[in-house]
DNA sequence: GATGCGTGGAG
DNA sequence: TCTCCAAGCAT
C-alpha cells in the first residue's frame, strides 16, 4: 500500500502544530538558520527516556542552568549531579548522563560525534536516543522508534503483532517515511503525533493529518494497537528505614551503591527490601516506630516501608552511612521514596 | 529475549 | 485505589 504522503503530511502538521520545548528550536527557526545545541538535544533525550514532557521540562532547565556546556557538566561532582537528579527515576541516567559528558569531553574534543554509530557507542545512548540525537542536532536520516512511532506505524499498517516482537517489522515501516529533507523535524513530527494525536487510549482520529492512510482507521482496530504481551503484577516488599538526627542537628544518611535500584544515590539506611527478616538496625539507639509506613511503587514492586526514627548523642558512632550537618542537608537531593520516608519523620524529629 | 530499573499523571 | 504508561538502556 502506498504511503508516500505521510511523511510530507507529517512535516506541514509539524509546521503548525510543533510543541515549544526549551531544546527545541522550532521549524520558522530552523529555516533561518538556527541550529539545535546538541548538548540540550542529548540531555533532553535523555531525561525523556520512560518520562513525560511535562516531567522533563523543569530539570532541563534546571541542569542547563548549572552547567551550560557538557564540559561543565562533565566536571561536576557526582553528587551534585546525582542530588539534580533527584526525583526524575531511572538513576542509571544520571551516572551514565556523566560518563557520557566526561566521554565527549576526553575522547571528542567536547563535541559529540555526528554519527548513529558514533552516538551508540557512548553509555547510555541506545539505538534511539542515538537516531534522535543524529537525526534532531545533526539531521542525518536516522529512523527513531520509540513508544510513539511503534503506536503510530502499529495503527498506519494495522499491525497486530505483539510488542516487542513487533518491534523489527514496525521499524522498516518507519524507515520506509524518514525524511532525507528533513530528518529532525520528521522524527519532532512523528513523535508529537503520537505524543497529541495518535495517543494510546483516545485517539484524535478526527484531527489526524495521517488519517487517510491509516489502516487501523479504516478498520476501526486502532485502540486495540499496539498489542502488547502481558506485565507480570508487581509484588509487595517490606522493609525499615533508619531516620535517626543527631544532637546538633545532623542527619545519617549514606550513599547507596552503584549498582541497583536507586544506585548511587543519597538516602537513609533502609534493611533491603526483600522477604527476610529485618537485619539490625545502623546502631544502636532507642528507636520509635512511627505509626504510618511510607508507601511506594517502584517499576516492579510495591513497598510498605516501615520508618523508625531516633535522636541520638553527639558523641554516637554509626556503623553505616555518615551524619550530615543540618545546614548541608537539603530533602530535594533524596529520591521520592526517601523523600516520602523524610515527610514522615520530619514533624517528630523537627526539635533536635 | 527477559529482566531490572522511578516517577507522576491520566483514566 | 489501581492499572497503565511516557521521547529506553544495560545486562
Not at 537516531?131 to 539531521?139: L, N, T, V
Not at 522493609?239 to 535517626?244: C, H, L, N, V
Request: charged fraction near 20%.
Amino acid at each position: 500500500m502506498g504511503k508516500t504522503s505521510v511523511t510530507s503530511a507529517l512535516l506541514d502538521w509539524y509546521d503548525v502544530h510543533a510543541r515549544e520545548m526549551p531544546w527545541r528550536v522550532m521549524p520558522a527557526d530552523k529555516r533561518a538558520g538556527v541550529r539545535p545545541d546538541p548538548y540540550a538535544v542529548w540531555l533532553s533525550e535523555v531525561m525523556l527516556q520512560q518520562t513525560t514532557v511535562a516531567a522533563v521540562r523543569d530539570y532541563h532547565r534546571k541542569f542547563t542552568g548549572i552547567w551550560p556546556t557538557v564540559a561543565d557538566l562533565a566536571a561536576a561532582e557526582d553528587a551534585d549531579v546525582m542530588a539534580a537528579w533527584a526525583g526524575l527515576g531511572y538513576y542509571a541516567r544520571a551516572r551514565n548522563l556523566l560518563k557520557c559528558a566526561r566521554a565527549v569531553v576526553a575522547d571528542h574534543g567536547g563535541a559529540f560525534p555526528q554519527t548513529y554509530e558514533g552516538l551508540i557507542a557512548l553509555p547510555g545512548i541506545g539505538p534511539y536516543t542515538a537516531a534522535a540525537i543524529a537525526s534532531i542536532a545533526f539531521d542525518v536520516p536516522a529512523t527513531v522508534l520509540d513508544g510513539n512511532v511503534e503506536r503510530v506505524m502499529a495503527r498506519l499498517y494495522d499491525e497486530h503483532t505483539p510488542l516487542p516482537a513487533a518491534k523489527p517489522v514496525l521499524m522498516s515501516y518507519a524507515e520506509q517515511h524518514t525524511s532525507h529533507s528533513r530528518p529532525g523535524d520528521y522524527a519532532q513530527a512523528v513523535m508529537d503525533l503520537g505524543a497529541t494525536i495518535c495517543t494510546p487510549k483516545s485517539p484524535a482520529c478526527g484531527i489526524c493529518p495521517v488519517r487517510p492512510n491509516c489502516d487501523a482507521q479504516t478498520a476501526g482496530t486502532q485502540l486495540e494497537l499496539p498489542r502488547k504481551t502481558p506485565k507480570k503484577p508487581k509484588p509487595t516488599r517490606y522493609g525499615t528505614a533508619y531516620i535517626a538526627r543527631r544532637a546538633d542537628g545532623a542527619w545519617l544518611l549514606e550513599t547507596r551503591p552503584d549498582k541497583g535500584l536507586l544506585g548511587g544515590m543519597l538516602g537513609w539506611p533502609t534493611t533491603d527490601w526483600s522477604d527476610t527478616p529485618d537485619p539490625a538496625p545502623p546502631m544502636d539507639a532507642t528507636w520509635d516506630t512511627l505509626n504510618e509506613p511510607a508507601r511506594h511503587t517502584f517499576t516492579h514492586f510495591h513497598l510498605i516501608l516501615s520508618v523508625q526514627t531516633a535522636k541520638v548523642p553527639q558523641n554516637t558512632a554509626p556503623n553505616r552511612g555518615a551524619f550530615i550537618p543540618e545546614a548541608d542537608f537539603t530533602p530535594s537531593a533524596l529520591p521520592t521514596v526517601m523523600q516520602k520516608a523524610y515527610n514522615l519523620a520530619a514533624a517528630t524529629l523537627r526539635q533536635v
